[in-house]
């Protein structure tokens, strides 16, 4: 597949809402997205526990953790959880520029894809923007692994994935999902993918104040004896490795400009996906940022160089 770029920023044409439950603390959330001005990236706006106004942008030097989902803001301070399934659809679409309110700690989860926030997106519409976008390139292999797990972003012509998973449950077992990116990919093949979990995990994580709002309204659900417990089944024959990707997606979205490369992992989920884009973004050599220069009728978009300003969203 060939490097398809858009030159120009784009945001929402109109606010969209949605509304539902936040996954862990089971809480309803309503979250508002409005149009937002070029360079002002992803940023999310709510309030603390003392009624203040608090902003967070939605970067990779805001992730405060990621135990069972990605979650922005400081720990033990103000956070909004659960970010990656928004943050997916955002980066797929191609729109860089959100203003968003929430009244609650975490994306609602809705059925546990990205589904309903692409449909949101496209109802709204998307708006260029006049000001270019900015991408980043990927100049060398950058890797981290841990245990027997790894990551690693390689330069390529494109945005791909390539995410292979490896579980010991024969309901999962070994599966592997690699493609180009673009917004009909997305749609086609990684949109709908379910978050999952194992039913013997359950009384832990609510012990834990976890999973509250978890149910197989918006979770793929695997039995005891590796049977799938939703009527429905899957909507995908591999689900479980399409939601790792959707999941990856909405992690190095943070980077706040999208990337022109290869990034694949095994066995990954949000800390090596974090991990990996912070080892990236601290090497000045493994990456540049590029823009679109003129084209010729005939010839694909030429990449030039540009110097990062000082505010950089890829900054750490």
């Known amino acids: 597949m060939g490097l398809e770029l858009h030159e120009y920023q784009t945001t929402l ?40 106004p608090i902003e967070i942008r939605a970067l990779v030097s805001e992730i405060g953790a990621t ?19 928004l943050m997916a659809a955002l980066f797929a679409l ?11 700690p975490e994306v609602p989860i809705m059925d546990g894809s990205s589904q309903d926030f692409v449909e949101a997106f496209e109802q709204a519409g998307i708006q260029a923007l006049s000001v270019k976008r900015r991408y980043i390139r990927v100049l060398k292999p950058i890797r981290v692994e841990k245990g027997g797990s790894w990551a690693e972003f390689l330069p390529y012509d494109g945005t791909r994935f390539e995410i292979e998973i490896d579980f010991e449950s024969k ?33 832990r994580l609510w012990a834990a104040g976890y999973a509250l709002g978890s149910s197989l309204e918006n979770s793929l659900v695997i039995a005891d004896d590796d049977s799938i417990v939703n009527i429905e089944g899957l909507r995908y024959e591999d689900e479980f490795v ?17 990337f022109i490369g290869c990034f694949r992992s095994y066995r990954g989920g949000h800390s090596l996906n974090a991990s990996a884009l912070r080892l990236l973004l601290s090497d000045p050599a493994a990456f540049e940022i590029v823009e679109t220069g003129r084209r010729e009728r005939g010839r ?11 505010y950089a969203p890829w900054r750490l």
């Open 67 to 85: 135990d069972l989902c990605t979650a922005l803001g400081a720990p033990g301070g103000s956070q909004i959880a659960t970010v990656e399934h």
């Open 171 to 203: 309901a999962i077992g070994r599966q592997l999902f690699a493609s180009d990116i673009d917004p009909g990919v997305f749609k086609r093949e990684i949109a709908r993918a379910r978050t999952f979990g194992f039913m013997k995990d359950v009384q």
């Open 242 to 258: 399409r939601h790792k990707t959707l999941d990856a997606m909405g992690d190095l979205a943070l980077a706040g400009a999208r």
């Open 300 to 310: 694909s978009a030429e990449l030039i160089a540009v110097n990062a300003p000082a």
């Open 94 to 104: 191609g729109i860089d520029n959100v203003s968003i309110d929430i009244d609650g």
């Open 13 to 52: 044409k109109s606010r969209a809402s949605l509304s539902g439950i936040g996954v862990h603390c089971g809480k309803p959330v309503t979250i508002h997205f409005n149009p937002a001005d070029a360079d002002s990236g992803i940023v999310f706006s709510h309030q603390n526990g003392a009624g203040e």
